[in-house]
T-cell receptor, first 116, second 112 residues
Framework: GAVVSQHPSWVICKSGTSVKIECRSL??????MFWYRQFPKQSLMLMAT?????????EQGVEKDKFLINHASLTLSTLTVTSAHPEDSSFYIC????????????FGPGTRLTVL | GESVGLHLPTLSVQEGDNSIINCAYS??????FIWYKQESGKGPQFIID?????DKRQGQRVTVLLNKTVKHLSLQIAATQPGDSAVYFC???????????FGAGTTVTVRA
């Protein structure tokens, strides 16, 4: 399977600042990556689909201007949380889709964001 | 839309016993299901998957059962070990797209 890394693994920032999270596919060229958010003791909620070379598609209720996604290459997608607030504190996880329709989706280790 | 849920939020099991985790889904058009294991502070890890043209699939110490009639699937872990302690999620493909809907998760705790 694909090896997926995220950077940073955790970040603490002040309210109002922007934070960029990187998702890298280390051994696979991924045209599609997904970004999820997970609050404590809750499930993963899909935020958006990151498409290489084109705009991301966002799930209903996710603000595209707040969560900027850039998928500039086949191995890197970035999620920028703009003007972060304490309610944005969460565990952000990316995944890489390697083939076909959903049957091969490999997850990164996650990034813990804490906004003070 | 898809709604995926788990019957029990927590499961405590004695080491060496078998574990059964259940999941129900709402969209009869869902045709692909996956079980993931998530340890604290980590991303989900693939355990096993099953397509709707099957009703059973076995892996190493794990078995997934799918009952399309009642829209239910289960994960069975044989001879549960301390390393199996984690949160387990079922996920279903939503309709014709490539996106996964996750259930709420069951926390499995293995007692020594």
């Amino acid at each position: 399977g694909a090896v997926v890394s995220q950077h940073p693994s955790w970040v603490i920032c002040k309210s109002g600042t922007s934070v960029k999270i990187e998702c890298r596919s280390l051994d696979f060229q991924a045209t599609t990556m997904f970004w999820y958010r997970q609050f404590p003791k809750q499930s993963l909620m899909l935020m958006a689909t990151s498409n290489e070379g084109s705009k991301a598609t966002y799930e209903q209720g996710v603000e595209k201007d707040k969560f900027l996604i850039n998928h500039a290459s086949l191995t890197l997608s970035t999620l920028t949380v703009t003007s972060a607030h304490p309610e944005d504190s969460s565990f952000y996880i990316c995944s890489v889709q390697t083939s076909g329709r959903g049957n091969e989706q490999f997850f990164g280790p996650g990034t813990r964001l804490t906004v003070l | 839309g898809e709604s995926v849920g788990l019957h029990l939020p927590t499961l405590s099991v004695q080491e060496g016993d078998n574990s059964i985790i259940n999941c129900a889904y709402s969209n009869s058009a869902s045709d692909y299901f996956i079980w993931y294991k998530q340890e604290s502070g980590k991303g989900p890890q693939f355990i096993i998957d099953i397509r709707s043209n099957m009703d059973k699939r076995q892996g190493q110490r794990v078995t997934v059962l799918l009952n399309k009639t009642v829209k239910h699937l289960s994960l069975q872990i044989a001879a549960t070990q301390p390393g199996d302690s984690a949160v387990y999620f079922c996920a279903a493909l939503r309709g014709n797209d490539y996106k996964l809907s996750f259930g709420a998760g069951t926390t499995v705790t293995v007692r020594a």
